[in-house]
């Protein structure tokens, strides 16, 4: 077996994904999903940090993770249900630094239904409630923007010196630009790929310089290659 095959199938192939946008301007999306009889999958690179509450025989944790800087192999809890919110690029929390995730944290529970934020109790996140839990994040200060960085990412260029650009977007993503752009356009080539274009035309699409270099990428920040991409998608959901 090829390496590319022994590596799992992504999340968005093996999970039964509902997902939302909420009415906030800290987050991008909401979603939730139950575990696969399956012992991993591949999470691939993200340019977003996230909030995962995670259920399991009675027990809740709320995990903060992200962002993710290449496609790592996650295993698969079984008989778990998880909720999650994609937190926009350019937010952060305002008490954990991305140095400190490291990956992934998980935060102290103050009860079954609650976690520890700031030294304040929080009722833990429901898909159901989730923009009221992200105004109060907000209102809180809990959660902060930098408007620069959104407009950096936005724009390509701001009245910012080019330093202070780059100075802004790391604080407030744990990530260089240089790296945002290469996820991004990783992801790019995936959603392109899926739609059915040729793969010539993916990587002039793209904006790689040929297809080694968009193989290396996918490899990289996805953790497949372009033909395996190809037929995750094609083929129907396996969950055995």
Do not use: C
């Not at 009415?23 to 979603?31: E, F, N, P, Y």
């Not at 999470?43 to 496609?71: C, F, N, Q």
């Not at 490291?102 to 923009?131: I, K």
């Amino acid at each position: 077996m090829s390496a590319d095959h022994a590596t799992p199938e992504r999340a968005v192939t093996i999970f039964d994904i509902e997902e939302r946008r909420p009415g906030s301007a800290i987050a991008d999306k909401v979603w939730r999903a139950r575990s696969e009889p399956v012992a991993t999958f591949t999470s691939v690179a993200s340019t977003h940090w996230e909030m995962v509450v995670t259920r399991h025989k009675g027990r809740t944790a709320l995990i903060v993770r992200g962002p993710e800087v290449r496609a790592t192999v996650m295993p698969v809890p079984q008989d778990t249900e998880f909720f999650g919110i994609e937190f926009r690029i350019g937010t952060r929390l305002a008490d954990l630094p991305f140095s400190r995730i490291g990956g992934a944290v998980t935060l102290p529970q103050a009860g079954t239904r609650s976690f520890w934020l700031n030294g304040s109790a929080w009722e833990l996140p429901t898909f159901a409630n989730a923009d009221i839990f992200l105004e109060r994040l907000f209102r809180r200060g809990r959660v902060v923007r930098d408007p620069a960085v959104e407009k950096v990412l936005r724009e390509g260029a701001t009245a910012l010196s080019s330093r202070s650009a780059r100075r802004h977007v790391r604080h407030a993503t744990g990530l260089t630009l240089g790296l945002i752009r290469q996820i991004d356009r990783a992801h790019q080539a995936v959603a392109l790929l899926e739609r059915g274009v040729p793969l010539l035309d993916v990587v002039d699409r793209a904006g790689y310089a040929d297809q080694p270099h968009l193989t290396r990428s996918l490899k990289r920040f996805v953790g497949h290659t372009p033909g395996r991409i190809v037929r995750d998608h094609a083929a129907p959901r396996s969950t055995s």
